[in-house]
């Protein structure tokens, strides 16, 4: 009797345990991973990225989508940072990094501080999560608790990197495909698509929507016609703010100007173009508590893809390279 009592305690137990770990399979991300490991590793990061935006304002932009782009290919894992060599090839030069992300140089500023306070403590998959966050927040968004215990890629790929991250080509089923391959929804989709209210493009990613796309308010699209010629090749990085109103600053404007005909990208007027996220976009335009909380989930929810843990992959000292 008491012993069938105690094991059917031990199958519960187990039972338990089972579903707890396949339901969650980032259970070992926390908030508190380096509470006792590296205490002053907040501070650290946050200074760094407020001095760079305080520098140039952009910047916070560029370190945002460095997350996003890690993210997307095989897991936030850190394996965008890495370098090509001769005989390595990773994710810089593939077409939707190559002459378009930056701030590299900032995330090794970064690396150098926390290893200054916790040597070979944290992870540069974990230090994109927290710039992700800082940059929001320096830029006038929403905050919130990180999740942490990421460890980096000793891969990286190029291929993956082509094939996993959207293109401003895309239309609506194809940027919703692309996030639920990523096991992200819709709405995780379109909340995500608000941090296009801070930095900039470069004509070549937005010149065919200002000159083919019928969608697009007439007089927004001569003012950017003026500094991207229709020729291609022509002019291919001059720059434009995805957010004509306020590309500092990290608000609800992005979704304002998709209601009036202004997104910059033929991918960003996607969402707002007569298909099934019209009505998420208005809500989102004129609700900006509403996208906060929505961009947040959503933050928090890309930043659970993939990610090594445990013994996998290393905590590398130097982002760039493997140890
Ligand atoms: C929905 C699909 C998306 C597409 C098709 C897309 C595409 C692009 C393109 C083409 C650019 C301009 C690149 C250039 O011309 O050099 C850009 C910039 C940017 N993207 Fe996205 N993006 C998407 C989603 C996201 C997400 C989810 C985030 C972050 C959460 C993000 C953050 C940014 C930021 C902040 C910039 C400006 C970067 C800077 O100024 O350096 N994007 N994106
Ligand atoms: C990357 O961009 C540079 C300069 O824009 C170009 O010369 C080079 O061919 C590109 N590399 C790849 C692999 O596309
Ligand atoms: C969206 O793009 C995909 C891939 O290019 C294409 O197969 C599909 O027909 C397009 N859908 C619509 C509604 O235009
Ligand atoms: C640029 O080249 C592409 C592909 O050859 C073509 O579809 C497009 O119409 C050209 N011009 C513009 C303004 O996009």
Not at 36 to 52: E, F, G, H
Not at 124 to 140: E, F, K, M
Not at 150 to 155: I, K
Not at 202 to 209: A, D, G, L
């Amino acid at each position: 009797m008491a012993t069938s009592y105690s094991s059917s305690i031990f199958l519960l137990v187990v039972g338990y345990l089972l579903v707890v770990s396949i339901g969650n399979s980032n259970a070992q991300l926390t908030t508190n991973f380096y509470s006792s490991s590296c205490p002053n590793l907040y501070s650290t990061v946050r200074s760094v990225v407020q001095s760079a935006i305080r520098k140039e304002a952009r910047m916070g932009a560029s370190l945002l989508r460095l997350f996003f782009h890690d993210c997307f290919v095989n897991g936030c894992d850190g394996s965008l940072l890495l370098d090509d060599t001769s005989s390595f090839t990773g994710e810089k030069m593939a077409i939707p990094n190559n002459g378009s992300v930056r701030g590299f140089e900032v995330i090794d500023q970064i690396k150098s501080a926390v290893e200054r306070v916790c040597p070979g403590i944290v992870s540069c998959a974990d230090v994109l999560a927290i710039t992700a966050r800082d940059s929001v927040v320096s830029l006038g968004g929403p905050t919130w608790n990180v999740k942490l215990g990421r460890r980096d890629a000793r891969t990286a790929s190029q291929s993956a990197a082509n094939n996993n991250i959207p293109q401003p080509t895309f239309n609506l089923s194809a940027l919703i495909t692309s996030f639920q391959n990523q096991g992200l929804s819709t709405t995780d989709m379109v909340a995500l698509s608000g941090a296009h209210t801070i930095g900039q493009a470069r004509c070549t990613s937005f010149r065919s929507r200002i000159y083919n796309d019928k969608n697009i308010d007439s007089s927004f699209a001569k003012t950017r016609q003026a500094n991207c010629p229709s020729t291609n090749n022509t002019g291919d990085n001059n720059l434009a703010p995805l957010d004509l109103q306020t590309p500092t600053c990290f608000d609800n404007k992005y979704y304002k100007n998709l209601v009036n005909q202004k997104g910059l990208l033929h991918s960003d007027q996607q969402l707002f173009s007569g298909g099934g996220t019209n009505a998420l976009v208005q809500t989102y335009g004129s609700n900006p508590n509403r996208f906060n909380a929505d961009f947040v989930a959503a933050m928090i929810k890309m930043g659970d893809i993939k990610p090594l843990t445990g013994s996998n992959g290393e905590i590398r000292k130097n982002c760039r390279k493997l140890n």
